[in-house]
């Protein structure tokens, strides 16, 4: 199984888990009542789990450009493998609209961004963007 199909696999895990619990619950206080998540605190989770995604992209990114870069005797070989430089810009576009998650476009951008740039970080983009896209029609709003 190569990259793409093992990203491909734990995209379809979450979204079939993500759809088979649409009504998703989170304890508050410390009396142990429940409350029914709605899509605020979905949002947030989303733009948190982008947060992360895209600071562990930039990271794991532009290591192993410098890596890359490193190692090489031209600038144009290291650059050769686009996979790194990817993963940087990615990253800092998910930072970048991470506020603005709440757009059905942006979460769906994110969500292929986040696959096509592979890694841990691509796959965490990609769970916030889809995400973002579940709770908007699986949450209410209040």
């Known amino acids: 199984m190569d990259e793409f199909d093992s990203r491909l696999v734990v995209i379809a895990i979450f979204c079939s888990k993500a759809l088979y619990y649409p ?15 709605n899509q605020d605190d ?25 890596a890359n870069i490193s190692s090489h005797t031209t600038l144009q070989a290291a650059l050769a493998d686009y996979t790194p430089l990817l993963g940087v810009i990615v990253g800092v576009v998910a930072l970048v609209a ?21 890694g841990l970080g691509g796959v965490l983009v990609a769970i916030g963007g889809i995400w973002a896209i579940i709770s908007r029609y699986t949450l209410k709003a209040q």
């Open 98 to 118: 991470s506020s603005r998650i709440k757009d059905e476009a942006i979460a769906i951008v994110m969500a292929v961004l986040g696959f096509l740039a592979g």
């Open 23 to 37: 009504k998703w619950t989170f304890r508050i206080g410390h009396g142990g009542e429940k409350e029914k998540m």
């Open 42 to 66: 979905a949002y947030s989770l989303a733009r948190a789990i982008l947060l992360i995604g895209g600071i562990v992209a930039i990271a794991f990114g532009a290591t192993t450009l410098g």
